[in-house]
Antibody
Framework: QVQLQESGPGLVKPSQTLSLTCTVS?????????WSWIRQPAGKGLEWIGR???????DYNPSLKSRVTMSGDTSKNQFSLNLTSVTAADTAVYYC??????????????????WGQGALVTVSS | SSELTQDPAVSVALGQTVRITCQGD??????AGWYQQKPGQAPLLVIY???NRPSGIPDRFSGSSSGNTASLTITGAQAEDEADYYC???????????FGGGTKLTVL
């Protein structure tokens, strides 16, 4: 059973960098999936932040791209998120999740099958 | 703004059938994933690749797709199905991921 666990500071000051790590157990981040970060402000919907592939290739949400960096550490089976210059608008629950891309009879599919429990990050001085 | 559109809220009487829809151009090429989220919990995948259920998801949950619309149907809704439901897909460029705005399901 694959499990993901987010870790990192729960409080970040405005203008500083938010850093989170996702530790994966029960499976390898080198196994060909897409490892994503997703966030959810209180009372709002899900927002995809970006993903890192096994190869190290990354894709980011255009609305956050200038502030986001993701990386992976295969030796620790972890992947990480850095979000710079944070403001109160970045306060949210941050989830890491495993993405699956494939092809079916009449089209492609992409979904997240395993999620971390979520980490609340508050941006406040 | 999301490239996938969902109705903000839907209600269903206990034991009845409800359909939750998700619209977007990317759904012409990509099947939606559907997630159930209860308060204080992480999203849970309930349908993937059009109409596949992960292990442990009741068979009252089903999915379908037509044109630019994906649907999640709950046949015989139970009180425990009351939750927020989100769809996701790739975006129209095929490189990025998008979520619908979510539908709050109330079971009456």
């Amino acid at each position: 059973q694959v499990q993901l666990q987010e870790s990192g500071p729960g409080l970040v000051k405005p203008s500083q960098t938010l850093s989170l790590t996702c530790t994966v157990s029960g499976g390898s981040i080198s196994s060909g999936y897409y490892w994503s970060w997703i966030r959810q402000p209180a009372g709002k919907g899900l927002e995809w932040i970006g993903r890192i592939q096994t190869s190290g290739s990354t894709d980011y949400n255009p609305s956050l791209k200038s502030r986001v960096t993701m990386s992976g550490d295969t030796s620790k089976n972890q992947f990480s998120l850095n979000l710079t210059s944070v403001t109160a608008a970045d306060t949210a629950v941050y989830y890491c999740a495993r993405g699956v891309l494939g092809i079916a009879l009449a089209g492609y599919y992409y979904y997240f099958d395993y999620w971390g429990q979520g980490a609340l990050v508050t941006v406040s001085s | 703004s999301s490239e996938l559109t969902q109705d903000p809220a839907v209600s269903v009487a206990l034991g009845q059938t409800v359909r939750i829809t998700c619209q977007g151009d990317s759904l012409r090429s990509f099947y939606a994933g559907w997630y159930q989220q209860k308060p204080g919990q992480a999203p849970l995948l309930v349908i993937y690749a059009k109409n596949n259920r992960p292990s442990g998801i009741p068979d009252r949950f089903s999915g379908s797709s037509s044109g630019n619309t994906a649907s999640l149907t709950i046949t015989g809704a139970q009180a425990e199905d009351e939750a927020d439901y989100y769809c996701n897909s790739r975006d129209t460029s095929g490189n990025l991921v998008v979520f619908g705005g979510g539908t709050k399901l109330t079971v009456l």
